[in-house]
């Protein structure tokens, strides 16, 4: 149907020619033709083609299979498929001619199909047709729709049918008729009885009677017949059809075999194609030689591998997907009677899959070289171009700043950004060699935003500054030898520097002799530290594989709740730059650092006045010392006596100092009447005794006390838990944070001590309060681009995290 809608004024041997040259037409040949069949409607073919819902091979082979034709279609099985066919409904009689007074030929029998050949119209509206009988092979007319009448005695054919079955129709057509002659006959003889039901034995009725019973007998024997012949019709159509379903199986046999050896051609070849590919990229891995190219012509290089080993991945892809599919065909046709051409093919379609998988293992394992290197290569060689990019910057004498408020236009909304055109020219202002701008201009536009050509002052940041992140604890020193280079400070993990120089590949010094592998060279850069500015030399890697600084992004602070910015990190209330709202973003110019002060020290032990317990703030929040150990102040170990008078001899005695008492020795500064004097031995080496001036602590009675006998005993010992109050400060009874009395936790004010009080101590200072670090840094406001200070006190919520 779909070709004669679309054979318009072609002839079926013109169409023909169209489909091949050849005498016949092969499956191949019918499904290209039908797949660019142009569809109705279409302008020279160009909108639509093919048949709607069949593909061109499905249709090529029902077109076969309604020809009846295996090989191949030829130009009279074609005028057949063309010729348009009709079957009849009802019986109708056939005439030589179309006009109503033609003389009949004979009939056509319900179920018959006919050829049609023309058709025409009478005066009284009957539609007759000029046809060929299929089961003789004779032109005839016969009338499809009668006048008057609305239905019609043929109908389209929508099934397939051929001269066989037009025979059978007509034989059983023939045979339907015979039949019902016969009872016809039958019943009028019945009729042809006399009054009581008996026949007549004489008499006209009696002669039709007998008549009658001669042409029934007539009837059934050629109703016999014809019922022979059609069951011999009825078996040569069976059997026609057996040897027709043989002679299809036998083709769809033939051609799956075809098909098969063509898809394990095709695999054996994509299998062939993607391993010559996959062989060609491991064989440039091997040699190497493409590694040791210059970066700019490695990046080339390593992107043409990188391509052809995805061009090979993509093979053996394809390859195994045909493979596999050709597998599941014969998992499919297990147990069928196809199954044992499949199988054939098993083995080697299981030895294709083995090589697939194993040049896709082995590609795999290329691939990711190459695309490592091609990755580290590229890398290497933007690091190259944006050094040179910015050591023409340090050359000009200018921030990325500068650069950017003079190449920079403003925008209708108030912002500034540099075109292609302004980034040409910015760079034209930094080097005269237009290979090196154009290498300039290809790295700084992948800092342009997604989707844009454009740089924003951020992005001019970004692509000129180079910052590092500490990962491992390092020093940085300040020489780029490390041998003789001295330590400045250590950067810790978490730190920012901002690399200002990068030595070239040639001058990376080696690892120093002892310092791991010799001869393996060390990578270091020279920056300033974030934190604090300190400017240095950094290892960046060390000589096993050790990293310690990777590269980061320009560090940017995003306010998560309101921040001041201040003139001065000194003074708290300095002049006030800006306030960052939450979700403001701010550059990181310095720090952040950390400031801790130290914490409180308390002491317990008892006043040596009065023996009054408890503990007092040795040393307060603020950094404010209350009392020091004092040299002046000497413990008794042995009881002795306090004298008015240096000598010994002519002294009286004013009190007994006993055990454990506390003195406080008199210098020369106190007193300017009394001479400190010691006796010595006759070979005026050891003294024999030692006298000094002191003041009882208890009751301030002053006097000479010997310090050390003439036998060696020690009376007197410097002490070493003895502290002088040189504040006011509170004694508290129990353990006390720095302050006043705490009646709330029982740790009550025992007494005030008083400056020059002596303090006692049962052990050693302990810390008491600790104060919370003080974190602080530099911002500069994105949107404002004004710099000032941030600092609070780190607690859990910090009021600025790093952007991601």
Known sequence: ?????????????????????????????????????????????????????????????????????????????????????????????????????????????????????????????????????????????????????????????????????????????????????????????????????????????????????????????????????????????????????????????????????????????????????????????????????????????????????????????????????????AETAKGSATSGLISDKRVTLMKLMSRITSMERKCKTATEVVKTAQSQAQRKLEVQIRCALRTAVQRSEQSYDDIFERFAEEQTDGSKVLSEAQIGALLASLSDVEAEQRKWQTVLMTFAPEGTNVLHRQDLAEALQDFRQCTKSVAITGSSKLESAKTIRKMEPGEFLEVFEIPPEGEVEPTPAGAGDAGQALSRVRGRALRDGAVGWVTTSGNKGTVYLQTAKKPYMRCMQEVVMRTSLEDSSSQEVVKLQPGQVGELMEGPSEKTDRPELILQGKACKDGAEGWFALRTLEGLENAATSQTLYVCRSAIALTDVFDIHKCGIVRKIATGEVLEMITEEDTDDVALEEKTNSGGETPEMSRRHFRAISDGSTGWVTVRGSQGTVYLEASTSHYMLMERVPLHKGRHPQGGADAGNGQAVVRQLEPGEAFEASGSPQEGKQQLPVVSLRLRSVDSLESGWVSWTKSSADPLQLCK
Not at 281 to 301: I, N, R, T
């Open 1 to 329: 149907a779909a070709l004669r809608e679309r054979l318009g004024s072609f002839t079926a041997d013109s169409l023909f020619a169209r489909i091949t040259d050849d005498q016949v037409a092969t499956k191949d040949n019918l499904a290209k033709f039908l797949d660019e069949l142009p569809q109705p409607g279409s302008e020279d073919g160009r909108k639509a083609s093919g048949i709607p819902g069949l593909p061109g091979e499905q249709a090529a082979t029902a077109l076969l299979s309604v020809a009846s034709e295996d090989k191949g279609l030829t130009p009279q099985g074609l005028k057949g498929l063309l010729q348009e066919r009709l079957v009849c409904v009802r019986r109708v009689i056939a005439t030589e001619s179309g006009d109503g007074t033609s003389k009949e030929i004979g009939s056509v029998e319900a179920g018959e199909i006919v050829e049609l050949l023309a058709r025409s119209k009478d005066a009284d509206g009957a539609v007759r047709i000029q046809c060929v009988l299929t089961r003789t092979g004779e032109t005839a007319w016969v009338t499809v729709r009668g006048a008057g009448r609305t239905s019609a005695d043929f109908g389209p054919l929508t099934v397939p049918s051929g001269r066989v079955q037009s025979i059978l129709s007509h034989v059983e057509g023939v045979c339907a008729r015979c039949g019902e002659l016969a009872q016809d006959a039958e019943q009028k003889a019945v009729m042809c009885a006399d009054q009581h039901g008996k026949p007549q034995q004489q008499g006209p009725l009696a002669d039709v009677r007998s008549k009658l019973l001669q042409l029934k007998m007539k009837a059934n024997v050629h109703h016999m017949k014809m019922d022979n012949l059609r069951k011999r019709v009825n078996s040569a159509k069976t059997a026609l059809l057996q040897k027709w379903d043989e002679a299809q199986s036998k083709a769809r046999e033939a051609q799956l075999r075809e098909d098969i050896e063509r898809q394990v051609r095709e695999a054996t070849e994509a299998v062939e194609t993607a391993e010559e590919r996959a062989t060609a990229v491991l064989d440039g891995v091997k040699a190497g030689k493409v590694f040791k190219m210059k970066e700019d012509e490695l990046v080339a290089s390593l992107a043409d591998m990188q391509q052809q080993a995805g061009d090979a991945m993509q093979n053996l892809s394809e390859a195994k997907a045909i493979t596999s599919k050709i597998l599941g065909s």
